[in-house]
C-alpha cells in the first residue's frame, strides 16, 4: 500500500506570508494527525483527526494555523500569516481505528521562515 | 501532564557495540509505549511497540521492556551497524494506542565502522 504523502518537503516563505501543507493519509485510514518538531526538540502533536471532524485540536498553537479535512480524506494545514517561530519539520501521520494500531508517518515537510 | 524523557545524545558507538538508549515515562493509566526511528533523509518509521507492563517489543534486532515498576521503555541492540545510524524517538499513547502520541526529544545515534 502507499504511505503516507506529505507535500511540499521543503517550502521557504517570508515572515507574513501564507503557506498550505498537505498531507495525503494512507488509504482507509480514518485517523489522521498533524505533529511538529521545533528547532531540534520534541515532536509535539497539533491535532487529530477522524475522518473529517476534529477529535483534538488541543496542540494548534494558535488562531494562525487551521487544518482542514474535507470529505476525510486528505488533510491541509495553513498557516496564515507565517512568523519566525512557526520553522520546523511539520509531520502528518495516520492510522486505522481499532485498539493499538500504530500511526504510520510520512516523511515530513520542512518549514523555513525568513 | 504525560511526558517522555529520553537520554541526550548524539551516542557514538563503533560498530558491533551494545546500544543502550534510556527512556522514561509519566503517565495516568496505562499507555502503550513505542519507539519510532528517523533514518537520515526520511520520515519517521514504527521500530517497535509494547501495550501493557512487560511486553517486550523486538524488531530488527532492536528490543524494549515496558517496566511499570520504574516506568521506563529502554531501547536495546547487542550489536549496531553502521546502518543503525538514526534518530531515535522514544512515545507514549494515552487511551489504548489510538490517540496522540507523545514524544521525547530524540536521541541521535552515530555508529562508526
Not at chain 1, 34 to 48: A, D, T
Request: proline residues 4%; charged residues 20%; glycine residues 10%.
Amino acid at each position: 500500500e502507499a504511505g503516507v504523502t506529505q507535500f511540499p518537503s521543503h517550502s521557504v516563505i517570508e515572515k507574513g506570508q501564507t503557506v498550505t501543507l498537505r498531507c495525503d493519509p494512507i488509504s482507509g485510514h480514518d485517523n489522521l494527525y498533524w505533529y511538529r518538531r521545533v528547532m531540534g526538540k520534541e515532536i509535539k502533536f497539533l491535532l487529530h483527526f477522524v475522518k473529517e471532524s476534529k477529535q483534538d485540536e488541543s496542540g494548534m498553537p494558535n488562531n494562525r494555523f487551521l487544518a482542514e479535512r474535507t470529505g476525510g480524506t486528505y488533510s491541509t494545514l495553513k498557516v496564515q500569516p507565517a512568523e519566525l517561530e512557526d520553522s520546523g519539520v511539520y509531520f502528518c501521520a495516520s492510522s486505522r481505528t481499532g485498539l493499538h494500531q500504530p500511526q504510520h508517518f510520512g516523511d515530513g515537510t520542512r518549514l523555513s521562515i525568513l | 501532564g504525560n511526558s517522555v524523557t529520553q537520554m541526550e545524545g548524539p551516542v557514538t558507538l563503533s560498530e558491533e557495540a551494545f546500544l543502550t538508549i534510556n527512556c522514561t515515562y509519566t503517565a495516568t493509566g496505562y499507555p502503550s509505549l513505542f519507539w519510532y526511528v528517523q533514518y537520515p533523509g526520511e520520515g519517521l518509521q514504527l521500530l517497535l511497540k509494547a501495550t501493557k507492563a512487560d511486553d517486550k517489543g523486538s524488531n530488527k534486532g532492536f528490543e524494549a521492556t515496558y517496566r511499570k515498576e520504574t516506568t521506563s521503555f529502554h531501547l536495546e541492540k547487542g550489536s549496531v551497524q553502521v546502518s543503525d545510524s538514526a534518530v531515535y524517538f522514544c512515545a507514549l499513547s494515552e487511551k489504548g494506542g489510538y490517540n496522540k502520541l507523545i514524544f521525547g526529544a530524540g536521541t541521535r545515534l552515530a555508529v562508526h565502522p
